[in-house]
């Protein structure tokens, strides 16, 4: 028979285990409150222990990662739509080394590279707003437009749309990922956008939730766990690809150094959104700790404790 462990003894363990996920000591009195708030009024004994090592750290025992770089595309970098022309003023190439140092040196078991791919007549060109095939709303119609606005239309889908310069038209300069960008061999390519009247800011999905892409799925076939995002606009497209990552379940950061925003406004809204989703805000330091799996961010393990919580005391 083996040793029956005390109260203390599991704790201790759990503990342990905990401390050797995160490589900052101050964060060892947030571990331990974790701990009481997981148990709660209830007892650490054999169930208790392993719903917490099921739930909390069988995730990193096992962990699997995947790399999005999402629309590193020209028209965002120097061309129609470039981010350096928004309020924020950041330079998408002061980024490009990030990006390439995560897709060089540090090792992910998955790599995904995701493209605005739109017709030339797509609803979010501000040009083509008055297409005879679609129809604004009469607040829209009666008004005039700029680069920027948000509208409404109605037909032939009905959608919230803002109004952007032409921009990643299929096949063309601007589309293409780039030339600075690296690329590695084995990775997949994502491509959205390419419906004429749904918009697409997210990887995973269009704007209105009618059409999946094959994200999800790639990352599920492949056991992925955890989703390490950078790109262009940090504010818009990678902010959605990882609001959605984390609404999937995965496990999900944001490389700061190697995304670029177009809104000062947009992007606080984006951390404070982040915040709230348990998606973790990195640097180039943790990206290399997570890939080597030799520590994680706090906010992962807030989000599984959580989780955890609720599977314990019968909470959604």
Same mark, same amino acid.
């Given at each position: 028979?083996?040793?029956? %462990? ?9 503990? /342990? ?20 708030? =997981? ?12 719903? =917490? ?20 595309? /020209? ?19 002061? +980024? ?10 540090? /090792? ?86 390419? *419906? ?9 999905? *269009?704007?209105?939730?009618?059409? %999946? ?21 940090? *504010? ?37 959104? =982040? ?12 990206? %290399? ?5 030799? +520590? ?13 919580? /609720? ?6």
């Amino acid at each position: 028979m083996g040793v029956v %462990q005390n109260e203390h003894e599991i704790r201790e363990e759990l503990k /342990n285990e905990l401390t050797s996920l995160v490589n900052e000591v101050d964060l060892i009195p947030e571990l331990d409150r974790m701990l009481d708030d =997981f148990i709660e009024n209830k007892t650490w004994n054999e169930d208790t222990q392993e719903l =917490f090592t099921r739930v909390v750290l069988k995730p990193f025992k096992t962990l699997r990662t995947a790399l999005l770089v999402v629309d590193f595309q /020209n028209d965002f970098v120097s061309g129609s739509l470039s981010i350096k022309e928004g309020d924020a003023e950041q330079d998408p190439l002061e +980024a490009l080394p990030h990006v390439n140092n995560l897709l060089q040196n540090l /090792n992910w078991n998955v790599i995904v590279y995701s493209q605005d791919w739109h017709p030339s007549n797509h609803i979010s060109f501000f040009e083509h707003a008055r297409n005879p095939d679609r129809e604004l709303a009469p607040e829209d119609k009666s008004r005039k437009l700029r680069p920027f606005d948000i509208v409404r239309f109605v037909k032939p889908v009905s959608t919230i749309q803002v109004l952007y310069p032409s921009h990643c038209i299929q096949g063309g300069w601007g589309s293409q990922l780039h030339l600075g960008l690296q690329r590695v061999e084995g990775a997949h390519y994502i491509k959205k956008g390419a *419906d004429v009247y749904v918009d697409a800011y997210s990887a995973f999905s *269009d704007n209105c939730g009618i059409k %999946q892409s094959e994200l999800e799925m790639l990352l599920r076939k492949n056991d992925i766990n955890a989703v390490i995002g950078c790109g262009l606009a940090y *504010d818009i497209c990678v902010m959605h690809t990882l609001k959605d990552a984390s609404k999937h379940g995965f496990l999900t950061c944001i490389v700061k150094s190697g995304s670029k925003g177009l809104s000062s406004l947009k992007m606080d809204e984006a951390n404070k959104m =982040f915040q709230k989703r348990g998606v973790a805000i990195i640097d180039d330091e943790m990206a %290399q700790l997570i890939s080597r799996r030799e +520590a994680f961010p706090i906010e992962w393990i807030r989000l599984l404790v959580h989780q955890a919580h /609720n599977e314990l005391h019968g909470k959604k």
